[in-house]
């Protein structure tokens, strides 16, 4: 089973930046990072699937950037121009699924604690 940590949350003021880092015990076919704010259901925010491919959630496309050490087994999740909307527990998440979409991310088992993120 795979084991994720995550680390890097916090608060910051709209348009600040916040970088979440997360440790694995091992890489599945498909990494990322989903979100949940109180009420609502989980987001998928960012992965990169099997063949090495990113994908972003509309929402987030063009201020998050995802990316991943293979050697290290850690991921990163820039977040920068943050809007009050991006508050959330923000979780790192792995999927056996090679050709994964952010929707598969959003509903896999595998998943960290969380790290907060609040911006106001």
Not at 65 to 80: A, E, I, R
Not at 115 to 120: E, I, L, M, R
């Amino acid at each position: 089973q795979v084991q994720l940590v995550e680390s890097g949350g916090g608060s910051v003021q709209p348009g600040g930046s916040l970088r979440l880092s997360c440790t694995a015990s091992a890489f599945t076919y498909c990494m990322g990072w989903f979100r949940q704010a109180p009420g609502k259901e989980r987001e998928g925010v960012a992965l990169i699937d099997g063949h090495g491919r990113p994908n972003y959630a509309a929402s987030v496309k063009g201020r998050f950037t995802f990316s991943k050490d293979n050697v290290k087994k850690t991921l990163t999740l820039q977040m920068n121009s943050l809007q009050p909307v991006d508050t959330a527990m923000y979780y790192c998440a792995a999927s056996g699924i090679l050709n994964c979409y952010l929707r598969d991310i959003a509903a896999t088992r595998y998943s960290g604690q969380g790290t907060q993120v609040t911006v106001s």
